[in-house]
């Protein structure tokens, strides 16, 4: 059967699922592990769940954080946590540490920092350049790039761009959660919505841009990173309707601007930064290291 996606004229195919009428799998319910902890060796993916709640205080031995209403309605009403659980804790510059609730009340709550679980390591020079989306596709990509290790998110405004109001707050709360839950040491930055015109004539030269462009005879995304280098790289996806041809023609004249293409589907704007981040992390990016490294 196929259903006709309004917006676009396409058709997808739907099918049966072979798995609908098997039990539901049941994977493992905490974060994959990433890294060593202090003087421990690698731990498996399965290892068992460590709650892990940023926190934009001083990190160190015996230091007692107050949590806000948020943190402490998470802590004990979602997770249903109380005094006594060890929690980890990271602030993005001193590595990771252990905790121990001391107090969840209504709105309020404490923990008491005890000792380092992890040191810091660095984290990939990425950034994501990318036209805003209607908002559940919006939150989706927020927390997907800040998964596969984006450090900084650029709403940009394009000539074809719909959407120009932006919640930061929602979104820099999805990009919160999603490097709890991953075991990152940071947290994403996510910037102000600036014109692609502005953005361009202000770019930093050392960085590259990959645009991911859906016309043309631009390379395949896999063979022209191939030959390129690892260093401080973004991304930039276009809006829904794709970027404007004036837009194209100055993309691609630009030094720092590394063309390609995406293969011979059409793909949503999210699913293409995805699709992108992902390739890139693996030819140039932390993808190339072992989890332990």
């Given at each position: 059967?196929?259903?006709?996606?309004?917006?676009?004229?396409?058709?997808?195919?739907?099918?049966?699922?072979?798995?609908?009428?098997?039990?539901?799998?049941?994977?493992?319910?905490?974060?994959?592990?990433?890294?060593?902890?202090?003087?421990?060796?690698?731990?498996?993916?399965?290892?068992?769940?460590?709650?892990?709640?940023?926190?934009?205080?001083?990190?160190?031995?015996?230091?007692?954080?107050?949590?806000?209403?948020?943190?402490?309605?998470?802590?004990?009403?979602?997770?249903?946590?109380?005094?006594?659980?060890?929690?980890?804790?990271?602030?993005?510059?001193?590595?990771?540490?252990?905790?121990?609730?001391?107090?969840?009340?209504?709105?309020?709550?404490?923990?008491?920092?005890?000792?380092?679980?992890?040191?810091?390591?660095?984290?990939?020079?990425?950034?994501?350049?990318?036209?805003?989306?209607?908002?559940?596709?919006?939150?989706?990509?927020?927390?997907?790039?800040?998964?596969?290790?984006?450090?900084?998110?650029?709403?940009?405004?394009?000539e074809r761009t719909v959407v120009e109001r932006l919640n930061l707050d929602r979104l820099r709360a999805h990009a919160r959660a999603a490097a709890e839950q991953t075991e990152r040491f940071t947290v994403p930055e996510i910037r102000e919505p600036a014109l692609l015109s502005g953005l361009l004539a202000?770019?930093?030269?050392?960085?590259?841009?990959?645009?991911?462009?859906?016309?043309?005879?631009?390379?395949?995304?896999?063979?022209?990173?191939?030959?390129?280098?690892?260093?401080?790289?973004?991304?930039?996806?276009?809006?829904?309707?794709?970027?404007?041809?004036?837009?194209?023609?100055?993309?691609?004249?630009?030094?720092?601007?590394?063309?390609?293409?995406?293969?011979?589907?059409?793909?949503?704007?999210?699913?293409?930064?995805?699709?992108?981040?992902?390739?890139?992390?693996?030819?140039?990016?932390?993808?190339?290291?072992?989890?332990?490294?």
């Amino acid at each position: 059967m196929l259903a006709r996606d309004e917006s676009g004229g396409h058709c997808t195919a739907l099918l049966p699922s072979p798995e609908e009428d098997q039990p539901a799998k049941k994977w493992p319910a905490g974060p994959l592990a990433i890294g060593d902890e202090v003087g421990e060796s690698p731990r498996p993916m399965a290892s068992t769940s460590v709650t892990r709640l940023y926190s934009d205080r001083v990190l160190s031995a015996g230091a007692l954080l107050e949590l806000d209403a948020a943190q402490t309605h998470h802590l004990r009403n979602v997770l249903r946590l109380g005094a006594g659980t060890r929690i980890a804790l990271f602030n993005g510059g001193d590595g990771e540490w252990w905790g121990e609730i001391q107090h969840l009340g209504k709105d309020d709550g404490r923990v008491q920092v005890t000792e380092q679980r992890r040191r810091s390591r660095l984290e990939p020079d990425l950034w994501l350049v990318f036209a805003p989306l209607k908002r559940a596709r919006i939150d989706y990509l927020v927390e997907k790039a800040s998964e596969l290790g984006v450090s900084v998110l650029v709403p940009t405004l394009t000539e074809r761009t719909v959407v120009e109001r932006l919640n930061l707050d929602r979104l820099r709360a999805h990009a919160r959660a999603a490097a709890e839950q991953t075991e990152r040491f940071t947290v994403p930055e996510i910037r102000e919505p600036a014109l692609l015109s502005g953005l361009l004539a202000h770019w930093p030269a050392e960085r590259r841009l990959l645009a991911c462009v859906e016309t043309g005879a631009a390379p395949a995304i896999a063979d022209r990173l191939a030959a390129e280098r690892p260093g401080s790289w973004a991304v930039l996806v276009g809006p829904e309707g794709g970027f404007s041809d004036k837009e194209l023609d100055g993309l691609v004249k630009l030094p720092f601007v590394c063309a390609v293409s995406l293969g011979p589907r059409v793909l949503r704007a999210d699913t293409a930064a995805i699709a992108a981040l992902s390739v890139l992390q693996a030819c140039l990016g932390d993808w190339r290291a072992s989890r332990g490294a």
